[in-house]
């Protein structure tokens, strides 16, 4: 009997060739009906059905060289967000000479497909310019940061409807005291410097939603813990000095076996939520590190974990969009910067190196399904 993954990889192929007109489905006439039949609901379908967007990151590089990476994203996604591309070392090698060829490639192919755009990331402290990396440690550290938020947020003015504003700056290792990251332009201040990120980007790009985004929030560790008091710190500052912040991203870097309390989350979720933002599900992906390499068994100990973790994080209606952190096995980051230790891919995404689904994407599908309306 074929298993559920071979039923996707037959519908995946028939799709394929479908989308790119292929020769062979459409000279066989006997295949035609099928070919032609009302294609599967998708994961944006479930998610809109429930006032969920669902997306991904892509980059432009990966979108030129992947042909039926793209096709499968335009399928599946309501939304995609470069994965790297309008990072500041990225569009902005050269002082004062922003490239944003990459960067544009991924908001064309999201406006050829109808999808929304999210912008990561105006201010973070890594994928620098190597020039800014310099400068921003002096006093004019601060204007140039600035400078950094107005003028990517202003180059895409009108056409991101969110943007990661600030990136990564809590840091429970910093041994500062309230909690924030060591960094040249924030360390002689206090959180007046973030909300100023904000009131720079709302007067950049006044209908974008603005997002504060950062990682290690979803389990139950000393330093999770700590963490998540810090960001209700933070947002509870923000929100007295009046910063224009709408939203709080939560990447979601999953590992398979961290000890995730569904409780705990749920009440982060809550708190955040009290402070009047919507959630953005923003980098989900998970780390198989710790299982054997069989793929079945690996495949269903990450989906299970993929279930608990997105059915706690949808009863919470503030979760408006989920997005994962690339969308097929062949493309994670996972695999560069956090190689197994016996060498062999991750299975960390919806889809596997071959554009088939994963038993992943079932769970997402059905966590969107079962996931209360917030339309
Ligand atoms: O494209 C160049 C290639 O031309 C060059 O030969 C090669 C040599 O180093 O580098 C390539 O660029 C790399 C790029 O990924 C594309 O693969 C960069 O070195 C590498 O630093 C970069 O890593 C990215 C990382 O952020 C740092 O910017 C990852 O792809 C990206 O997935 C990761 O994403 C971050 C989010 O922005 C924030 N949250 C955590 C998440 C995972 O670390």
Redesign the pocket.
């Known amino acids: 009997m074929p298993t559920k993954r071979h039923a996707h990889a037959a519908f995946s192929l028939k799709r394929r060739d479908l989308l790119t007109g292929s020769a062979a489905v459409l000279a066989i006439g006997t295949l035609a009906p099928a070919a032609f039949a009302a294609p599967d609901p998708s994961l944006k379908d479930f998610g809109a059905a429930r006032g969920i967007a669902f997306g991904c990151a892509v980059?432009a590089?990966d979108l030129a060289a992947n042909p039926d990476l793209a096709a499968a994203i335009a399928r599946d996604c309501a939304i995609v967000v470069p994965?790297?591309d309008m990072?500041w070392g990225a569009v902005e090698q050269v002082r004062g000479k922003p490239d944003y060829q990459a960067s544009e490639a991924v908001a064309d192919f999201a406006k050829r497909n109808s999808m929304d755009l999210r912008g990561?990331?105006a201010v973070w402290y890594?994928?620098m310019p190597a020039w800014a990396k310099q400068d921003i440690t002096g006093p004019q550290g601060r204007d140039l940061i600035l400078k950094r938020v107005r003028d990517v947020m202003g180059h895409f003015r009108g056409r991101v409807v969110e943007w990661d504003v600030i990136?990564?700056m809590i840091d429970h290792t910093s041994g500062r005291a309230d909690g924030m990251r060591e960094w040249p332009p924030f360390a002689a201040g206090d959180v007046g410097f973030i909300a100023d990120c904000f009131f720079a980007a709302k007067e950049a790009d006044p209908h974008a939603r603005l997002v504060y985004n950062d990682?290690g929030f979803e389990y139950v560790s000393a330093g999770e813990d700590q963490r998540r008091l810090t960001a209700l710190r933070l947002m509870e500052q923000l929100k007295t000095r009046d910063a224009p912040i709408d939203g709080f991203g939560i990447?979601s870097?999953l590992k398979v076996g961290n000890n995730f309390k569904p409780q705990t989350f749920r009440r982060f979720l809550a708190d955040i939520a009290d402070f009047g933002l919507d959630i953005s599900i923003t980098?989900f992906d998970i780390d198989d590190q710790r299982l054997a390499p069989e793929i079945e068994a690996r495949d269903a100990a990450v989906a299970e974990h993929a279930r608990l973790f997105l059915e706690t994080a949808f009863e919470e209606p503030a979760v408006k969009k989920l997005l994962t952190?690339g969308y097929s096995n062949r493309n994670t980051?996972l695999n560069?910067?956090r190689p197994r230790k016996d060498g062999i891919p991750h299975r960390a995404l919806p889809l596997d190196d071959s554009m088939n689904r994963t038993p992943m994407w079932d769970a997402i599908a059905d966590c969107l399904k079962n996931a209360p309306d917030r339309r």
């Open positions: 980059g590089k994965e790297n990072k990561h990331t890594l994928n990136n990564e990682f990447q870097h980098e952190w980051w560069a910067h």
